[in-house]
């Protein structure tokens, strides 16, 4: 009936959005509060952090050096047009660090990290090992969800920095081999006009994304329902809401920012 | 409307006209069980009758929409937190599917409880949960394994050292045998008995499996269409004439409880 009648229609559609925008905020909110309150599970966090920091550096510096090497070329054709050639370096070196180290860096630990939470807790929940924490008076919150939201935190920043440093290297290896720059004058360029707030807005996006990448994996992992099918419907949610909220929390940061 | 059973004291847990749905579908249409302290009660129904949302309920894994449920006459319907979690240190619960820590060797799983739950040193935890473990009949060696790499039986021996670890006052067994063959079962039934007469806990268990439900309770109530119908003693159920309980103890198709086939 609800496809039929347009009204009935909005009316679900509504109502779905504000029951699931609650739900979110709700377990935002708890999975916070139990990050800061005691006991913390540092054997947990250590583990989350060596899954989500060191297992993700080879696709992070995979995807930042190919990053900084295209950028490169593709600045040098623009800045061509108009014998701005010089430029290259600076922008490279910017474009790395403000935007495309903590993004792409961010969109890649989302796919790797989000959808490997999600289908664990997922699977957590409908084998009822969720339960199971609670019947063993462990708060499934603090055990699974906060380790998971500080270590995501914490990582994704150092992941970044790391992706930073590699960026401009694949730059400065493109300009340098290919582009016939003088290597002294690159690096020069690099640094001459970088500020530490960029490097600084660059990894406080980058902290917000692993916090969005841990809550979505979290969350769609908590929610699933009904045996293999919910947690592959869950894993997706989880990677396509990270990429989405981690897109749109860009711009409002990046706004943030470029007001200073 | 259900009599509660004779106790000689007040009972350890008591439902009183727990009601539970989803939807539009009512699972507990107004439970009420007494269970006294040191008891085993099996429920026995059919499934989708409710048995496990019953649990679920006493847990606070479900929060039931109505009734009362008193725990040593303390009302737990709607506590929460740090009240909610010192309940649960009370109780050990046994789950259908296992439900081990698959991250977790077997003998981490087992003394979940005492290092995560109650803080205790990891060398102390792991000498009590091999402890445990031999009590079950699983010798050292299991306790570095996996839970994928058990049998069913196994795991839930595993799952069952597991809820006894912290010597809980209260366990519950959700469909202790399922899936397991005969003699597997009465394993686990002999182990269930033994170990909790040693341990004087009070159990509920819920399951299908007549000959388990024989074996291990002081008393059996029946539950249908979300309300115990019936309980008694495993005597006063093979006297009984009610027609419910006859039937699903003889496991017959033609009676009053008709399975519910949806047709589309």
């Known amino acids: ?260 | 409307m259900t009599p509660s059973p004779d106790t000689t004291d007040s009972p350890k847990i008591s439902l009183r006209g727990v009601t539970k749905r989803f939807g539009a579908k009512t699972v507990l249409s107004g439970v009420d069980l007494d269970v006294g302290k040191g008891q085993s009660v099996v429920v026995i129904g059919g499934s989708g009758t409710g048995k496990s949302v019953m649990l679920k309920c006493v847990l606070g894994l479900m929060r039931p929409d109505g009734g009362s449920i008193l725990v040593d006459g303390k009302e737990t319907v709607g506590i929460k937190g740090s009240e909610r979690e010192a309940m649960m240190r009370r109780f050990g619960m046994l789950f259908q599917g296992a439900a081990l820590f698959d991250s977790l060797n077997v003998w981490q799983n087992v003394s979940f409880g005492l290092t995560a739950g109650r803080n205790m040193k990891r060398a102390e935890a792991r000498d009590i949960a091999l402890a445990k473990l031999a009590r079950v009949g699983l010798s050292a060696d299991v306790g570095a394994l996996f839970p994928s790499e058990l049998s069913g039986g196994m795991q839930k021996r595993v799952a069952l050292a597991r809820a006894i670890a912290t010597d809980p006052e209260i366990i519950f067994f959700d469909e202790p045998t399922t899936g397991l063959d005969p003699i597997m079962s009465d394993v686990i039934n002999n182990l269930i008995v033994d170990t909790v007469k040693d341990m004087g806990a009070t159990t509920v268990s819920i399951t299908h499996d007549m000959a388990s439900a024989r074996k291990i309770a002081d008393r059996i109530a029946m539950i249908y269409k979300g309300q115990i119908i019936w309980h008694g003693t495993v005597e006063e159920m093979d006297a009984t004439d009610n027609p419910y309980v006859q039937q699903f103890v003889h496991g017959r198709a033609e009676g009053p409880i008709s399975m519910e086939i949806r047709h589309a």
């Open chain 1, 1 to 260: 009936m609800t496809l039929i009648n347009p009204l009935a229609l909005i009316g679900h559609v509504v109502l779905a959005f504000a029951t699931h925008t609650g739900n979110f905020t709700i377990f935002t909110g708890k999975a916070i509060s139990h990050c800061v309150r005691a006991p913390i599970y540092l054997r947990s966090i250590g583990r989350q952090m060596l899954i989500i920091g060191y297992f993700s550096l080879p696709v992070v510096g995979l995807t930042a050096l190919f990053t900084g090497m295209v950028l490169a070329l593709q600045i040098y054709i623009g800045s061509s047009r108009f014998n701005a050639e010089s430029a290259v370096a600076t922008i490279v070196v910017i474009g790395i660090t403000r935007e495309l180290g903590p993004v792409l860096g961010g969109l890649m630990v989302a796919g790797r990290v989000a959808a490997a939470m999600a289908a664990e807790i997922g699977t957590m929940r409908v084998t009822e090992q969720i339960d199971a924490l609670t019947t063993l008076s462990t708060n499934p919150f603090k055990y699974l969800v906060a380790p998971r939201v500080i270590a995501a935190t914490l990582m994704l920043p150092c992941l970044v920095l790391v992706a930073m440093i590699i960026g401009v290297l694949g730059g400065y290896i493109v300009g340098t081999q290919k582009l016939g720059f003088n290597y002294a004058t690159y690096l020069k360029n690099t640094f001459d006009y970088l500020e530490v707030m960029d490097v600084i807005s660059g990894l406080v996006k980058a902290a917000v994304f692993g916090f969005i990448i841990a809550i979505m994996g979290c969350y769609n992992g908590y929610r699933s329902r009904g045996g293999a099918q919910g947690v592959g419907a869950a894993t997706t949610n989880a990677v396509v809401s990270a990429s989405i909220m981690i897109l749109i929390s860009n711009y409002l940061i990046t706004e943030l920012f470029f007001a200073k």
